[in-house]
């Protein structure tokens, strides 16, 4: 391993920074908020929908319209977060996109609506590459997933927040007032990371000959220099139709249960989000660990952690697409947190492996383009398939999510036999 300098903002061992910790409770409660501002209209959708008249495509346009224009920004502001204060950027992303969110509340149509959505995107897409760049200067590839997966904990519990309260308080006094309730906890986090965030000192440099000087370069050298990685590009691929999948499937699983055994918003965010994100902190727990240990004696061991995952997913969606028993589908639920969680815990750490430590804010930024871009599609063939009476059952869309899964698992596979050996970075 590379020798670490001893600075005055605390990195002394081969570990990470004194404080890493610190500023990942703090990175952990900002990935909070943005979660519940993201899912809380998952919960919500039969209200909005009856109270400003939406068709099904209209509807299902909320969530490509988030995905797509995320994707698309992200190209754009995981450059800056490679070249400014990633401080800045996160306080600045979450205070735009709470004022977005709240102004959702307000919303009279369909049109106020879709613009809404799509600022929050915009400004939601800075978040994520800045909270890469700051871990990985935080915490060494000796503890980086274990540190990832203790942050990516934030997602299952403000998924279950935004399911539980999200979907009460539109029962109780309706879908408006629930995007107010979260958009001021976004006012009162922003407040904390204005007051106790640091920006923590960017401690690595470019390691390989072909992209030397990498923050000295342009958007698109380093866009190039990430896109001639082979690994990257199996890595790309797989998380396209696997983040697809979870996302999409999280999406329609609150309208299926509501649709299908005709219970309340409350109870239907419920069963839809409590199991997966039980075996999501499984999966976050034992995917960090896991993968740490194993990539100590094989060189393939996060990528080995993600296939493992991704193969527990597969066979669970089925059982959510072809079995009818609460009980059975309560279970796939959560192996299917379970498993896509063991992959997912290990994406960054597994990037990280690949791509020029220069270009990791714009290569993490790169995966969220491609994966929207290019797999928000479904939201508006499904919505349309609706409307004209083609898909009446939602488990005909989950049943298609398996072969999707398959795809994934070989694409992880090759770049383990084939590439991964050529394209790792030195530790």
């Given at each position: ?79 800056l977060s490679d070249r400014y204060r990633r401080r800045a950027v996160l ?148 998380y396209l139709l696997a983040s697809n999948v979870w996302q999409q499937l ?52 996060r990528f080995g952690v993600q296939i493992l995952g991704l193969t527990v ?115």
């Amino acid at each position: 391993m590379s020798s670490l300098t001893v600075t005055s903002d605390g990195r002394l061992d081969d570990r990470g920074t004194h404080d890493r910790w610190f500023i990942l409770s703090l990175l952990f409660v900002n990935y909070f908020t943005l979660y519940t501002h993201r899912y809380v209209l998952n919960y919500i959708q039969p209200p909005i929908r009856d109270e400003l008249g939406l068709s099904e495509l209209q509807l299902n346009s909320l969530a490509w319209a988030f995905q797509f224009f995320y994707a698309f920004a992200a190209l754009f502001v995981g450059y800056l977060s490679d070249r400014y204060r990633r401080r800045a950027v996160l306080i600045w992303s979450l205070l735009l996109s709470t004022a977005a969110f709240m102004g959702m509340g307000l919303a009279q149509g369909f049109w106020d609506l879709l613009a809404l959505r799509i600022l929050l995107a915009i400004t939601q897409a800075a978040n994520v590459p800045a909270i890469a760049g700051i871990m990985a200067d935080c915490f060494t590839q000796r503890n980086r997933s274990r540190a990832v997966s203790v942050y990516l904990l934030s997602s299952p519990f403000s998924v279950i927040v935004a399911g539980l309260v999200g979907g009460y308080v539109a029962d109780q006094w309706g879908w408006r007032q629930a995007m107010f309730c979260f958009g001021g906890m976004g006012l009162v986090v922003l407040g904390v990371l204005a007051g106790y965030l640091r920006e923590p000192q960017r401690t690595q440099v470019a390691t390989t000959a072909p992209v030397v000087d990498l923050v000295q370069q342009s958007l698109a050298r380093t866009l190039l220099a990430v896109l001639s990685v082979p690994s990257f590009l199996l890595l790309a691929v797989a998380y396209l139709l696997a983040s697809n999948v979870w996302q999409q499937l999280g999406y329609f699983l609150p309208r299926h249960f509501y649709e299908h055994y005709g219970v309340k918003l409350a109870e239907a965010g419920l069963l839809s989000t409590l199991a997966p994100q039980i075996g999501t902190v499984i999966g976050l727990f034992v995917g960090g660990w896991l993968a740490d240990r194993w990539t100590r004696h094989w060189i393939g061991g996060r990528f080995g952690v993600q296939i493992l995952g991704l193969t527990v997913t597969a066979p669970s969606v089925l059982v959510i697409a072809l079995v009818d028993s609460q009980a059975m589908i309560q279970l796939a639920l959560l192996l299917c947190g379970v498993g896509f969680w063991l992959y997912l815990s290990n994406l960054w750490a597994t990037t990280f492996e690949v791509v020029d430590p220069a270009a990791r804010s714009t290569a993490i930024g790169l995966l969220n383009v491609i994966a929207g871009l290019l797999g928000s599609w479904p939201y508006l063939v499904v919505g349309w398939l609706r409307d004209e009476g083609v898909i009446r059952d939602l488990r005909h869309v989950f049943l298609a999510f398996v072969g999707v899964l398959c795809v994934a698992i070989v694409a992880l596979w090759h770049l383990v036999r084939r590439t991964l050996a050529r394209d790792r970075q030195p530790d």
